[in-house]
C-alpha cells in the first residue's frame, strides 16, 4: 500500500454508520477512513484491480493515511437502510443490480489473489464453503446487504465495503444480491413493499438482465438455500463471540434466517421452474 497524506488534519471528521459492524468508520473531504484489518491490503489491490479493468462503480483505493487508517473514495450519492424504503422495490432496481455485478464480474474474472491475499469472514463463521458446486471461481462482494449498495437518481450506481470479498461463484454472489433485494425471505420478514411480490418474476428478471446460462438458473435456487444455512449457523456462531452480532441475532436473525430456509424450500421448485422457462 502506498503512503498518502490528504490532509486528514485540516479537514472535519464525520462518522459513518451502516450495519454497525465496522466500528471507527469516518468520512473526511472526499474520502473515507476506515480501520487497517488483516485483508485490507487484499482487499486495496483487488480494488486497484477493478478500477484498472474499467469497473469504476466502486470506492477507489488511497492506501493509509498518517494515522494508520485505510483510505478509500467517499462514494456519492444514497445508501438505503433496513427497511427497505418502497421506491427500492421497483423492478428496475434488480435490473440495474444484476447489470453492475455482471460488470463486476467480467473485471473480476482473470484476478488471481496473491499468494498472501487474506479475506475477511464474520467472526467465529464455522461454515465459510462457497455452495454452487463445480462452477469456478472469481473474488467478488458477497454482501450486497442495503448499507453496501450506492443508489443514483433511484437506481444502483455503486458497491461499497467489500469486507467480506473473497473468492466465490458467480452463482453464489448472485444469490447473496436476489437474497437481500429480491428479497429470498419469508413474506413476514421482508419490508412492507415487498410483501406481495411476485419473487419467481423478480429472480427471473434478474437472471436475464445478469445474463445467467442455463446452468446458473439450475444451481441458482440450491446454491440459495445452502447460503441459507449458512448465514443462520455463521450468525448464531458470530452472536457467541461478538457483541454486534449478538443483538443481530436477537434482534432479526434468529427468527428472519430459519423462516427464509423453510420459505426456500417450499418456494424453490417454483422459482426454478420460472428460471428454466
Ligand atoms: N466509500 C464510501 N463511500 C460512500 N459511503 C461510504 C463509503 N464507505 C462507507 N460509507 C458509508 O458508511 C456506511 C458504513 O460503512 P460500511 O463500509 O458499509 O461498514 P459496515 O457495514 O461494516 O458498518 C455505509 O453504509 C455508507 O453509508
Ligand atoms: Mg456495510
Same mark, same amino acid.
Given at each position: 500500500?502506498?503512503?498518502?497524506?490528504?490532509?486528514? =488534519?485540516?479537514?472535519?471528521?464525520? #462518522?459513518?454508520?451502516?450495519? =454497525?459492524?465496522?466500528?471507527?468508520?469516518?468520512?473526511?473531504?472526499? &474520502?473515507?477512513?476506515?480501520?487497517?484489518?488483516?485483508?485490507?491490503?487484499?482487499?486495496?489491490?483487488?480494488?486497484?484491480?477493478?478500477?484498472? !479493468?474499467?469497473?469504476? *462503480?466502486?470506492?477507489?483505493?488511497?492506501?493509509?493515511?498518517?494515522?494508520? @487508517?485505510?483510505?478509500?473514495?467517499?462514494? %456519492?450519492?444514497?445508501?438505503?437502510?433496513?427497511?427497505?424504503?418502497?421506491?427500492?422495490?421497483?423492478?428496475?432496481?434488480?435490473?440495474?443490480?444484476?447489470?453492475?455485478?455482471? @460488470?463486476?464480474?467480467?473485471?473480476? *474474472?482473470?484476478?488471481?489473489?496473491? %499468494?498472501?491475499?487474506?479475506?475477511?469472514?464474520? #467472526?467465529?463463521? @464455522?461454515? &465459510?464453503? !462457497?455452495?454452487?458446486?463445480?462452477?469456478?471461481?472469481?473474488?467478488? *462482494?458477497?454482501?450486497?446487504?442495503?448499507?453496501?449498495?450506492?443508489?443514483?437518481?433511484?437506481?444502483?450506481?455503486?458497491?461499497?465495503?467489500?469486507?467480506?470479498?473473497?473468492?466465490?461463484?458467480?452463482?453464489?454472489?448472485?444469490?447473496?444480491?436476489?437474497?437481500?433485494?429480491? #428479497?429470498?425471505?419469508?413474506?413476514?420478514? @421482508?419490508?412492507?413493499?415487498?410483501?406481495?411480490?411476485?419473487?419467481?418474476?423478480?429472480?427471473?428478471?434478474?437472471?436475464?438482465?445478469?445474463?445467467?446460462?442455463?446452468?446458473?438458473?439450475?444451481?441458482?435456487?440450491? $446454491? $440459495?438455500?445452502?447460503?441459507?444455512?449458512?448465514?443462520?449457523?455463521?450468525?448464531? !456462531?458470530?452472536?457467541?463471540?461478538?457483541?454486534?452480532?449478538?443483538?443481530?441475532?436477537?434482534?432479526? $436473525?434468529?427468527?428472519?434466517? #430459519?423462516?427464509?430456509? !423453510?420459505?426456500?424450500?417450499?418456494?424453490?421448485?417454483?422459482?426454478?421452474?420460472?428460471? $428454466?422457462?
Amino acid at each position: 500500500m502506498t503512503e498518502r497524506n490528504p490532509d486528514a =488534519g485540516q479537514l472535519e471528521e464525520e #462518522p459513518l454508520i451502516g450495519g =454497525g459492524v465496522a466500528q471507527g468508520i469516518v468520512r473526511v473531504g472526499d &474520502t473515507v477512513r476506515r480501520p487497517v484489518r488483516p485483508f485490507t491490503a487484499t482487499i486495496q489491490a483487488y480494488l486497484a484491480h477493478l478500477h484498472a !479493468s474499467g469497473f469504476s *462503480h466502486a470506492p477507489v483505493p488511497l492506501g493509509v493515511d498518517e494515522q494508520g @487508517r485505510e483510505v478509500l473514495s467517499f462514494v %456519492p450519492g444514497d445508501v438505503p437502510r433496513e427497511p427497505l424504503p418502497p421506491e427500492t422495490a421497483r423492478e428496475e432496481v434488480l435490473v440495474e443490480l444484476a447489470h453492475l455485478i455482471r @460488470r463486476l464480474h467480467a473485471a473480476a *474474472h482473470g484476478w488471481a489473489p496473491p %499468494p498472501d491475499a487474506v479475506f475477511g469472514e464474520i #467472526p467465529g463463521a @464455522r461454515n &465459510t464453503n !462457497s455452495t454452487a458446486d463445480g462452477q469456478p471461481l472469481l473474488v467478488s *462482494h458477497r454482501d450486497y446487504c442495503p448499507g453496501n449498495v450506492v443508489f443514483r437518481d433511484g437506481l444502483p450506481a455503486a458497491l461499497i465495503d467489500f469486507d467480506l470479498a473473497k473468492p466465490t461463484t458467480r452463482v453464489d454472489d448472485l444469490a447473496n444480491a436476489l437474497y437481500y433485494w429480491v #428479497p429470498l425471505l419469508h413474506p413476514l420478514e @421482508r419490508a412492507p413493499a415487498f410483501t406481495d411480490l411476485d419473487v419467481p418474476r423478480r429472480v427471473a428478471l434478474s437472471a436475464d438482465a445478469y445474463g445467467m446460462t442455463e446452468t446458473q438458473r439450475r444451481v441458482l435456487v440450491p $446454491a $440459495a438455500a445452502r447460503m441459507i444455512h449458512r448465514f443462520h449457523v455463521n450468525m448464531r !456462531s458470530a452472536a457467541e463471540v461478538d457483541p454486534v452480532f449478538r443483538r443481530i441475532w436477537d434482534q432479526e $436473525a434468529a427468527h428472519r434466517l #430459519p423462516r427464509a430456509g !423453510s420459505w426456500i424450500n417450499d418456494e424453490g421448485p417454483a422459482i426454478t421452474a420460472r428460471l $428454466a422457462s
